[in-house]
């Protein structure tokens, strides 16, 4: 992947999260909540069957950032997320990034982060990162 470090650069990835996943994030975290992993259960909510957690869906942002763009070397300083939607296993989605702001004196740069619901193009999670790194910015 080969990305400009310039403002309004942009880049997604592809991906999609299986049920295997959600459960090991349920295990690791102790996050067992059942809207996450009974369908019985989550038959019985507004969504009809089993959501994503929220924060295994933004475990994208990590991924892309620490080793893609800006990639190895990088330091997360902050994210913000917003949770606009549910996720839902097996469904395709993007995560999309823009470079917001570059401060070369700190080699610091703020970048737009969005999970994308590529069959509705909705935003289902959106926030923005800071991150440092040295060789980048």
Do not use: C, W
């Amino acid at each position: 992947m080969h990305i400009e470090p310039i403002v309004d650069s942009t880049f997604d990835y592809p991906f999609k999260i299986t049920q295997e996943e959600v459960q090991r994030f349920a295990d690791l975290t102790g996050d067992n909540n059942p809207i996450h992993l009974d369908a019985a259960y989550a038959a019985t909510t507004a969504f009809k069957k089993p959501i994503i957690h929220g924060m295994l869906g933004a475990t994208v942002f990590t991924k892309v950032l620490g080793t893609q763009f800006p990639g190895f070397g990088s330091i997360y300083v902050k994210q913000t997320l917003e949770f606009l939607r549910p996720m839902f296993v097996e469904t395709d989605y993007k995560a999309v990034f823009r470079i917001q702001s570059i401060n070369p004196d700190k080699h610091l740069a703020e970048i737009s982060t969005e999970i994308v619901d590529v069959t509705t193009n909705k935003v289902i999670t959106k926030g923005v990162a800071t991150m440092i790194n040295k060789e980048k910015f």
